[in-house]
């Protein structure tokens, strides 16, 4: 059974930074992109960071760019997610993905204060 478990979000002032991690199983984590999203609360969920399998290659939203970082390690099957410079705006519940498989965490909630 696949399974992802998000954690390290919570409440942080603007300026702060926060490290999301996702502890996988039930799968080969290392033959996978995976990939974080967000979804802001009325907004639809978009995706904020995506990391090839083997790490070597990362993209990035442009809202997110230069201030967020995605690594992995394959051997702990884990994602991560080091949001630094963090705005009001990226207020959201953060999730992480498996990517083309319909395979979601619950989710962590980062919430910036201003």
């Known amino acids: 059974q696949v399974q992802l478990v998000e954690s390290g979000g919570g409440l942080v002032q603007a300026g702060g930074s926060l490290r999301l991690s996702c502890v996988t199983s039930?799968?080969?984590?290392?033959?996978?992109?995976m990939n974080w999203y967000r979804q802001a609360p009325g907004k639809e969920r978009e995706l904020v960071a995506t990391?090839?399998?083997?790490?070597?290659?990362?993209k990035y939203a442009d809202s997110v760019k230069g201030r967020f970082t995605i690594s992995r390690d394959n051997g702990n099957k884990k994602v991560y997610l080091q949001m630094n410079s963090l705005k009001h705006e990226d207020t959201a519940v953060y999730y992480c993905?498996?990517?083309?498989?319909?395979?979601w965490g619950q989710g962590t909630q980062v919430t910036v204060s201003s």
């Open positions: 990391i090839s399998s083997g790490g070597e290659s990362t």
């Open positions: 039930g799968f080969s984590m290392s033959w996978y992109r």
């Open positions: 993905n498996v990517d083309a498989e319909d395979y």
